[in-house]
C-alpha cells in the first residue's frame, strides 16, 4: 500500500466512528433502595436499553443517591430518584429528573443525546434551561 494511502485510510476509518463515539457519553441513573419508579424502570427499560441506539451512544452506569462520586461534574446534585445525567467527559450536559414512563422516556432521552455537541458541551451545565435560578 503506497504512503500515501495510509493518513486517508486512517481519517476514513475515524470519520467512520461518528460523532456519538467521539463524545464518549454515558448516562448515569441516580436512584436509592425503595425507589419505585426506578424499579419501573428497571422493569420496562432496563432490559432494552443496552440494546438500543441510545444505549449504544451513551451506556448506563447505575449509582446510588447517598454514594455520589466526587468525580462527576453536576450542575446541581441529584435531589430525586431516578435522576437521568448524561454525562461527556465527567461533566454532566443534560439531565432528565423522574421517570415518566417508557412512552416518553425514549423521546426525552432521544433529544437530550440527539442536542449533545461540542457546542452544548461548551456551555455551563444547565445554562439556558432555568435550572440553576
Known sequence: MPRFLLPLVSLALILAEGPMRAQSLELVMVEQ???????????????????????????????????????????????????????????????????PGADFFWPILAKMIEDASPATQSEAPGSGRGEDQ
Not at 424499579?39 to 438500543?52: D, F, L, M, V
Not at 441510545?54 to 466526587?70: F, S
Not at 450542575?75 to 467527559?89: D, K, V
Open 33 to 99: 433502595v425503595g425507589c419505585s419508579y426506578c424499579a419501573a424502570w428497571h422493569r420496562e427499560i432496563g432490559p432494552a436499553y443496552p440494546k438500543t441506539d441510545e444505549g449504544r451512544a451513551a451506556p448506563l452506569r447505575v449509582m446510588q443517591l447517598r454514594d455520589m462520586p466526587g468525580e462527576l461534574d453536576l450542575a446541581q446534585r441529584a435531589r430525586f430518584t431516578p435522576t437521568f445525567l448524561l454525562i461527556s467527559e465527567g461533566r454532566e450536559i443534560a439531565r432528565l429528573e423522574g421517570y
